[in-house]
């Protein structure tokens, strides 16, 4: 399946501070990126950080949505929690809520919702954790996209639920022959060489499909790419991925209007 380019999205999780802490540049990243996954204080996150990046985004045109997670600050939402799938609904709709609000009072709107961490993983092929997210949007705010791993059980979760389903590929993670991202615990699982950031994901477009690490082709739509913002090259590959992108015809879109 080979895709003719025309538009695409290019996303990444931001406003991961706390308090005076920060985490990556957030400002120069929303001068690359099309849409913005705010953290909304589960994993990290404050009402300050909240609404000054959905300010900052707003200024800049970058669409934004709300990066749910397992309530773990000290773990960075990276580790899977004990909670059934009606408690994964309630805090993922209490996080959604929060940067609803937020949003508007900086006087931008949450467009879509994004999975993190431990969360997202378990997403990925665990239907009842997929479902229960997708409940959750659906509850709040049907008109919400939900911003899925492509291939994975969120995407049907999505589906299901009756919501905008938005194809998320990783610019730099590694991905397993059966579609599931490589763990961050094996080697290889993150990419920080930029040129192979950048061409393994002209080569996943150009082909339609996700390329795993023994070279395999999985088609799937593709709407959206991330580049994670926590990665001490961040910008520099979003930078490079994004100039890349539009040297090869792609338009540089949100997949939902701000």
């Not at 990126?33 to 985004?57: E, L, Q, W, Y």
């Not at 934004?64 to 909670?83: E, I, K, N, S, Y």
């Not at 990925?124 to 049907?142: C, H, K, L, T, Y």
């Amino acid at each position: 399946m080979t895709s003719t380019p025309s538009s695409i999205d290019l996303n990444a999780d931001l406003g991961e501070g706390f308090g005076h802490w920060r985490m990556g540049d957030d400002d120069a990243m929303l001068d690359i990126v099309t849409s913005a996954n705010v953290a909304c204080g589960f994993h990290a996150g404050d009402p300050d950080i909240m609404s000054k990046t959905f300010t900052r985004a707003k200024e800049k045109g970058v669409a934004v949505g709300a990066h749910v997670a397992f309530p773990d600050l000290a773990g960075f939402g990276r580790r899977a929690l004990p909670m059934n799938a009606r408690e994964i609904e309630c805090a993922v709709g209490y996080q959604l809520g929060a940067a609803q609000a937020l949003a508007s009072l900086s006087g931008h709107r949450v467009t879509h919702v994004k999975a993190h961490g431990a969360l997202a993983n378990i997403a990925e092929r665990d239907a009842d954790v997929a479902n229960a997210i997708a409940r959750a949007v659906r509850g709040v705010d049907p008109s919400l996209a939900l911003l899925a791993i492509a291939l994975s059980e969120q995407t049907c979760a999505g589906a299901r639920a009756g919501l905008r389903v938005v194809h998320e590929i990783f610019a730099d993670r590694a991905y397993m022959d059966d579609g599931r991202l490589l763990p961050r615990s094996q080697q290889g699982a993150v990419i920080e060489d930029i040129e192979r950031a950048c061409a393994r994901t002209r080569d996943m477009l150009a082909n339609g499909g996700l390329r795993t690490v023994s070279g395999k082709l999985l088609p799937t739509p593709i709407d959206s790419i991330c580049v994670h913002g926590d990665a001490p090259l961040a910008v520099e590959m979003a930078r490079r991925l994004r100039g890349s992108l539009e040297r090869d015809g792609w338009a540089l879109r949100a997949f939902a209007g701000t």
